[in-house]
T-cell receptor, first 112, second 115 residues
């Protein structure tokens, strides 16, 4: 059974810092990996999708990497802003017909 | 991307009653999923609901408790039956967007409190 772990569980940093969120998964046979953010009282917003054949994806200040063989992904946030404060969730899909298996998330606070 | 609308957005329900959550998508999608997020927890997959076939439930979830309908490619419902306080959760609908490289998108969720 796939298990997804996110470290750290919580993180509080001053505005402007670059930061890295970590995600690991136990079964490297994945179809793809997706990063989401969840704001309080809201649903999930998709940030980045990395296919199993890809090594990284970038969107604006966000960069996600994937090392499938070692079962790891990182989300890099450059020049953090208070608006980046949210819970960040990592999730993997086993196959194209499967749903997502989620980690417990990293609760991020960016201090103004 | 796909725009997903869920109703109700919030509700307070009496124990022993049932509630049906609706999920409407702005485009035709084959694959749809229902998730539960219990207070302070991450998301857990309840079932896969593909149009034209019976819903497939994950371990720990049964059709009698969570019946699902998928009448067409843009709509689905999840019913939470005979509710107890332990069913107080956010229920989220999600879809796979083939046009977006198989990205999965989520609705805003339905926040249920059972009293």
């Amino acid at each position: 059974k796939q298990e997804v772990t996110q470290i750290p569980a919580a993180l509080s940093v001053p505005e402007g810092e670059n930061l890295v969120l970590n995600c690991s998964f136990t079964d490297s046979a994945i179809y793809n990996l997706q990063w989401f953010r969840q704001d309080p009282g809201k649903g999930l917003t998709s940030l980045l999708l990395i296919q199993s054949s890809q090594r990284e994806q970038t969107s604006g200040r966000l960069n996600a990497s994937l090392d499938k063989s070692s079962g790891r992904s990182t989300l890099y946030i450059a020049a953090s802003q208070p608006g980046d404060s949210a819970t960040y969730l990592c999730a993997v899909r086993r196959g194209g017909a499967d749903g997502l298996t989620f980690g417990k998330g990293t609760h991020l606070i960016i201090q103004p | 991307s796909a725009v997903i609308s869920q109703k109700p957005s919030r509700d307070i329900c009496q124990r022993g009653t049932s509630l049906t959550i609706q999920c409407q998508v702005d485009s035709q999608v084959t694959m749809m999923f229902w998730y539960r997020q219990q207070p302070g927890q991450s998301l857990t997959l309840i079932a896969t609901a593909n149009q034209g076939s019976e819903a497939t439930y994950e371990s720990g979830f049964v059709i009698d408790k969570f019946p699902i309908s998928r009448p067409n490619l843009t709509f689905s419902t999840l019913t939470v039956s005979n509710m107890s306080p332990e069913d107080s959760s956010i229920y989220l609908c999600s879809v796979v967007s083939v046009l977006s490289g198989n990205t999965i998108y989520f609705g805003e969720g339905s926040w249920l409190t059972v009293v």
